[in-house]
């Protein structure tokens, strides 16, 4: 559920890095988070919830305590509401494995992604980090890109009533007339 819009229904923006044939770095992302929030809620999430049903995950404890933990949450509106779509439509997630990482892999990924995001005078790109990962904050940050907003992703299903944080970053990259931003 979490790849298959970039794997099918946008996969020219998404960059791997290779080594010898393995995959150590990926970039995914989409140009537009209008469309593919409309695709998951109309096009892939039915489908993934009948598989679940029908395979019977969905009734699996780990996935009732996670329910049950969050939908108080979600139901106030403690989820998800994104950046402005405005300015910062495209969004991407970026990993690079371990023992990759400090060799400039994820800049040039993202990079590179930012680089199709101006080709196509997208204003600008977002991207959510989970408010723990300090590293991934400085690595967005180095990057240019800057801290829009906090917001509450889910409370941890172990009964803790812990919630989860992410920040959501981002970038302008063009003012829609053309003009690009560096």
């Known amino acids: ?41 109309w096009r892939i999430v039915p489908v993934v919830l009948v598989k679940a049903l029908l395979r019977g995950t969905l009734w699996h404890p780990q996935t009732v305590r996670l329910l049950r933990a969050n939908l108080g949450l979600w139901l106030k509106g403690g989820h998800r509401t994104g950046p402005a779509l405005d300015d910062y439509p495209a969004h991407l997630h970026v990993n690079v494995r371990q023992g990759f990482r400090g060799q400039r892999l994820g800049q040039r990924l993202v990079e590179a992604f930012c680089k199709r995001v101006r080709a196509a005078d997208v204003r600008g790109v977002h991207a959510g980090v989970s408010a723990e990962n300090t590293p991934a904050h ?33 970038k302008r990259l063009a003012d829609g007339s053309g003009e690009h931003f560096t």
């Not at 998404?14 to 770095?25: E, K, L, N, R, S």
């Not at 801290?147 to 970053?169: C, H, M, N, V």
């Open 138 to 170: 400085h690595f967005f940050e180095q990057l240019g890109f800057a801290e829009l907003q906090r917001e509450a992703r889910f409370r941890k299903p172990d009964g803790s009533d812990d919630i989860l944080y992410t920040i959501i970053y981002g």
């Open 1 to 41: 559920m979490l790849t298959n819009y970039y794997t099918e229904h946008e996969p020219q923006s998404t960059f791997v890095a290779d080594q010898g044939g393995d995959v150590v770095g990926y970039v995914t992302g989409c140009l537009d988070t209008k469309r593919f929030l409309s695709t998951m809620k």
